[in-house]
């Protein structure tokens, strides 16, 4: 299990380790200016034989310390070094001091606001070989000031008027990125190479996160490697129960409820979807004058007429049904079936319910349908659909929180998860899954991860589904849901480019075949 940690969360593991007396400030920063030049000579060998000259950005915190580190191994190593420091350097936190003092006895620190010799008039035309971005890293809680846009902006500039890209590697986060959130506090620069410390952060993995850190390596400071209380995990390599016994109602059976003729393709992915992942049975349950649409199109799935939501309560008296998935193309006139999936029990206990779609437009409608969303119930909103059901919450995530960490997609949607009572799945290429009692994964389409092609209509419909066939077969609202999602992608890497939603389910089984199930 890999944790993603805030900034608050990092700090507290170092002062931990501190007040231990385990390491001291000194040590973790010399740790980590080392273990930054190693990640990109390792990153770009080239340097190795190539480079010649580093500029370096200094920040007025422990970040900046890291950068001091960073520009005497460079030195060390035969580097021409020009170093740039944000702020005072008599008022640099003791371990960040240091270092800038064992550098000044290498090297001059330059001012980066400086408006004669700043970085754009200081550089030659041949430039650096490298740049290191230790501005803020973590400790960003702010807007950037517009020196350090500017200092970055003259960097672009300088790029685009030379044509020359020296790599741009980031220590920690990527300066005007807040590191719990990823959303951008004025950044201008993106990375080639983030390198971070200890755990990687939920900005690297959230929201603009992944687009500015460019490749993210997580570097070994010597810090306990403890569980964080509270901390958020990425999703990966799930355990799928194999079918070694029992028959197929002992897999679960989910009901997918579906809208009238022309409007049964989202339900039959949805469908498909379950079947795939492992649901014993899958019945789509749809009106009467679009059974034969239906039937002509499914053949493992059975189709059921169901004309109301008096039809679905005597189908839902069959106690072998355990999951029920509403919403794909089920339309917006149908508020009392999905009522009617809430108050059914089966073996007195509330039934597993996956809403999606439509069966979202109309709980966003109507708060009296609303209230019935019940522990068992998982919600897959993407975000337009997150923002109709909890506007207020999503409403945070644009604003600013004056000298605070931005308020995230994780935040919103733990907090959506507890208003709720259910577990939720805000979709996107940062997929973020969270239950009412704080618990939450995310699962990041980035990086080594990244599959574009899943922007395609119906693949939400496909991932409803691969929700309910694991429901159906016994996973908890939580596991289940962060299962699909890791799955849904892993489909989707498998496929490659071209994927239509279609294409998802039936890529399962290869996904499934390489995890040993």
């Known amino acids: 299990m890999i944790e993603l940690l ?92 240091a270092n800038c003092t064992r550098w000044q006895a290498m090297g001059e620190v330059h001012r980066l606001d400086d408006p004669e010799h700043g970085i754009y008039g200081g550089w030659a035309d041949e430039g650096p070989d490298l740049i290191v971005d230790a501005i803020f890293g973590t400790g960003l809680t702010r807007d950037l000031d517009w020196a350090v846009e500017q200092a970055l902006s003259d960097i672009d500039e300088w790029k685009a008027r030379h044509r020359k890209y020296p790599p741009f590697v980031a220590v920690d986060m990527p300066s005007g990125l807040c590191s719990d959130s990823g959303r951008e506090r004025g950044v201008r620069s993106v990375a080639n190479l983030t390198v971070t410390f200890h755990r990687p952060k939920l900005g690297q993995y959230l929201a603009e996160g992944p687009r500015f850190c460019g490749r993210v390596v997580v570097v070994d400071i010597g810090l306990p490697d403890t569980a964080v209380a509270g901390a958020v995990t990425v999703a990966r390599a ?11 109602y002992d897999h679960g059976h989910v009901l997918v409820l579906a809208g009238g003729p022309g409007h049964g393709g989202a339900a039959r992915l949805a469908a498909r979807g379950a079947l795939r992942i ?4 899958v019945t789509l349950g749809c009106p009467p004058e679009a059974v034969a649409e239906n039937a002509a199109r499914l053949d493992a799935v059975m189709v059921r007429p169901v004309a109301g939501a008096s039809a679905l309560e005597r189908i839902l008296a069959d106690d072998r049904i355990t999951t029920v998935c509403a919403g794909p193309g089920l339309g917006l006139d149908r508020a009392d079936s999905v009522a009617e999936a809430l108050r059914a029990k089966t073996h007195g206990r509330s039934r597993k319910v996956v809403l999606d779609a439509d069966a979202l437009t109309l709980l966003a409608d109507d708060t009296t349908l609303f209230a019935q969303v019940h522990a068992n119930c998982v919600l897959t909103p993407h975000w337009g659909e ?65 599959a574009r092609w899943l922007a395609t209509a119906g693949s939400g419909d496909v991932l409803a589904g691969f929700v309910a066939g694991l429901l159906a077969r016994g996973s908890d609202p939580l596991n289940a849901a962060v299962v699909a999602a890791w799955l849904h992608v892993e489909c989707a890497l498998a496929f490659g480019p071209g994927l239509i939603a279609e294409d998802l389910p039936e890529a399962l089984p290869g996904v499934f075949r390489a995890l040993g199930v």
Not at 8 to 31: H, K, N, P
Not at 35 to 58: E, K, M, Q, S, Y
Not at 238 to 248: D, I, M, Q, T
């Open 6 to 97: 805030t900034a608050a969360q990092m700090r507290a593991i170092e002062g931990d380790a501190i007040r231990s007396g385990a390491v001291t400030g000194l040590d973790l920063m010399e740790r980590a200016g080392r273990g930054t030049v190693d990640a990109i000579f390792d990153a770009f060998p080239n340097l190795l034989v190539g480079g010649t000259r580093a500029v370096v950005l200094c920040g007025p915190g422990n970040n900046g310390g890291d950068g001091f580190v960073v520009a005497r191994i460079l030195k060390d190593r035969g580097w021409d070094v020009t170093v740039y420091l944000y702020g005072d350097a008599d008022r640099l936190p003791p371990d960040a001091k």
């Open 238 to 248: 799930p355990y799928v129960p194999s079918k070694h016994e029992g028959h197929k």
């Open 278 to 281: 492992g649901a014993g049975v």
């Open 386 to 450: 997150f923002k109709r059901l909890f506007p207020d919450i999503a409403a945070r995530c644009t604003q600013s929180e004056g000298r605070r960490p931005l308020f995230s997609k994780v935040d919103a949607a733990r907090a959506a998860a507890e208003r709720a009572g259910c577990t939720v799945l805000v979709k996107g290429a940062d997929t973020v899954i969270a239950a009412p009692d704080g618990r939450c994964a995310v699962n990041s389409a980035a990086y080594d991860k990244a």
